[in-house]
């Protein structure tokens, strides 16, 4: 090993990074890395292009350099020559340090009245100095398919088997749920911007997957027993829940927080139990344990994200002029394709009603970021195939259908339309959406979105901050009201943890100042 030419595989996720550290030689993963939260900003797409464009790409792309070489330190490399990197356009844009204008604008009338050019996103391999890395390291950036449709989508269609199957649908699901359609030889495309709930965030007892986090629910007699992430990310029973009369049976392990895939799990504990009619939670709330709940809040929150989901696959279909109960596979990419009940999924809408069979990936990005550490050369053949997919892509930000259909998902889920309004106001889109379910298979390919994690699993939070100083009264407002505990006051100075700030999306520290000091754009790197 002291002498083994080495590589490392990263994904860049809105919401955190994967890593791997590879032997080139051997053709094997030594050690992998989580990194929760991404550096930047933010808990979204939008909030990410936001910091970006206010703060320049210059700012962006060095707090992610920061994070990957605080990877680079942590997985202890001998002889690392070449690094991969795989992502959506955004990430892998700020990473290269490239425009991002033509991500943040919809259409191209606005793009020519702003004079801004589409960035080449084309797979390419430059020297880490380029980048700001080691001069001594290649990088291997892939290539988007379009603009908005980046290697992440590329990597979810070649690595999950979509491309050798027909009549099947393709979701990498995250805060930006990328996903696509084949239809013979044609493939439809988009993005929906699904937000941060299924992340774990934005909800009052949410957390992202990690050590205590709950991540399912299981019917017994007795009630539901909850699943709880343990160190290695492995679901461990914990207590007994009886969602009719919100008492806990105490058992195993308690959780501390509520992840993306356990939302998904109490929402159809909830419906299955008749707790939940969406937008009401009979009781207001679902106790799971000491100051642990799920709320109405957290229902509209999370409802917010699976109607997005559901508005995109519907608008894809639509777009492809076939049936809801035409779909025969649904392949479902990323960390939380690869936890979540793919039965849960299918009841609260997050799969096509009438899918077949339901193939679990895994971390396709990072599948794809592996391959070229190993096979540079693959690049090639990469630009080669993003190149000939006949993509037909549909900007869901300019799609009548889609926002017609996406008025629909926030009346069932925020203003409690009965479902059964729901499926008859999608006629009038030309969408019939048949009642009932039907029996699926299922396939999980591997245990965990990350296939093989070597020797070890390390996880972390980025440790990069900013600070700034003002002449205040020091009244701590701004500190004590910050819902991630992303602030603090250091020597005078104020210090933000950007990995857990929430960005443009919340500003609550400059809005509760009461002195009107407090700017978020004062800070700078420390």
């Known amino acids: 090993?002291?002498?083994?030419?080495?590589?490392?595989?990263?994904?860049?996720?809105?919401?955190?990074?994967?890593?791997?550290?590879?032997d080139i030689a051997e053709g094997k993963v030594l050690r992998s890395y989580i990194m929760s939260r991404n550096p930047i900003p933010g808990s979204n797409i939008m909030d990410h292009?936001?910091?970006?464009?206010?703060?320049?790409?210059?700012?962006?792309?060095?707090?992610?350099?920061?994070?990957?070489?605080?990877?680079?330190?942590?997985?202890?490399?001998?002889?690392?020559?070449?690094?991969?990197?795989c992502g959506n356009?955004?990430?892998?844009?700020?990473?290269?340090?490239?425009?991002?204008k033509d991500l943040a604008y919809a259409g191209e009338n606005k793009l020519r009245s702003e004079n801004i050019r589409r960035a080449d996103r084309t797979g390419r391999i430059i020297s880490g100095d380029a980048i700001g890395l080691?001069?001594?390291?290649?990088?291997?950036?892939?290539?988007?398919?379009?603009?908005?449709?980046?290697?992440?989508?590329?990597a979810m269609m070649l690595k999950s088997g979509f491309l050798d199957d027909d009549m099947c649908m393709v979701t990498d699901y995250g805060t930006n749920a990328e996903m696509a359609l084949k239809v013979g030889d044609?493939?439809?495309?988009?993005?929906?911007?699904?937000?941060?709930?299924?992340?774990?965030?934005?909800?009052?007892?949410?957390?992202?997957?990690?050590?205590?986090?709950?991540?399912?629910?299981?019917r017994t007699g007795s009630g539901w027993i909850m699943k709880v992430l343990d160190e290695d990310l492995n679901a461990q029973d914990g207590p007994i829940l009886n969602i009719r009369s919100n008492i806990v049976k105490k058992q195993g392990t308690a959780p501390a927080g509520i992840t993306g895939t356990g939302?998904?799990?109490?929402?159809?504990?909830?419906?299955?139990?008749?707790r939940?009619?969406?937008?009401?939670?009979?009781?207001?709330?679902?106790?799971?344990?000491?100051n642990l709940y799920f709320g109405e809040n957290d229902l509209k929150e999370a409802g917010k994200a699976i109607g997005a989901i559901r508005a995109g696959h519907l608008t894809l279909m639509k777009e492809a002029d076939i049936n809801i109960k035409d779909i025969s596979t649904m392949y479902m990419a990323g960390a939380a394709g690869t936890y979540v009940d793919p039965v849960k999924a299918k009841s609260v809408g997050m799969v096509p009603a009438h899918s077949k069979r339901i193939v679990q990936a895994g971390n396709t990005s990072l599948e794809l970021a592996k391959d070229l550490v190993f096979m540079p050369e693959k690049m090639d053949e990469l630009n080669g195939i993003a190149k000939e997919i006949s993509a037909k892509h549909v900007m869901f930000s300019a799609s009548p259908v889609f926002s017609r259909i996406y008025v629909l998902e926030l009346a069932y889920w925020t203003e409690g339309m009965p479902l059964h309004m729901y499926k008859a106001k999608l006629s009038s889109v030309g969408i019939e959406y048949p009642d009932g379910v039907c029996e699926t298979e299922t396939e999980r390919k591997h245990a965990k979105d990350i296939s093989d994690t070597g020797d070890s699993l390390k996880f972390s939070e980025p440790k990069t901050v900013y600070g700034a100083s003002w002449d205040c009264r020091r009244c701590m407002i701004c500190v004590r009201s910050c819902p991630e505990k992303a602030l603090s006051l250091s020597n005078g100075r104020f210090i933000m943890n950007t990995g857990r700030c929430l960005g443009s999306a919340c500003c609550v520290c400059e809005t509760r100042c009461k002195d009107r000091i407090f700017r978020r754009s004062d800070f700078i790197l420390l």
């Open 186 to 218: 044609s493939i439809y495309t988009g993005s929906a911007a699904a937000g941060p709930a299924l992340e774990g965030q934005h909800t009052a007892c949410g957390m992202l997957a990690g050590p205590g986090a709950l991540s399912d629910l299981i």
């Open 263 to 274: 939302m998904i799990a109490l929402i159809h504990a909830g419906m299955q139990d008749d």
């Open 49 to 85: 292009l936001t910091f970006a464009i206010e703060h320049g790409v210059g700012k962006a792309k060095e707090l992610l350099l920061r994070a990957v070489n605080d990877i680079i330190v942590s997985v202890k490399p001998e002889n690392l020559r070449r690094i991969s990197v």
């Open 134 to 154: 080691s001069q001594n390291i290649e990088v291997m950036i892939p290539p988007a398919v379009r603009h908005e449709i980046g290697a992440d989508a590329l």
């Open 89 to 100: 356009p955004v990430q892998l844009s700020l990473f290269e340090g490239i425009e991002i």
């Open 1 to 22: 090993m002291d002498n083994a030419i080495t590589g490392l595989a990263l994904d860049i996720g809105t919401s955190g990074i994967r890593g791997q550290l590879l």
């Open 276 to 290: 939940i009619d969406p937008p009401k939670i009979k009781g207001n709330t679902i106790d799971i344990g000491r």
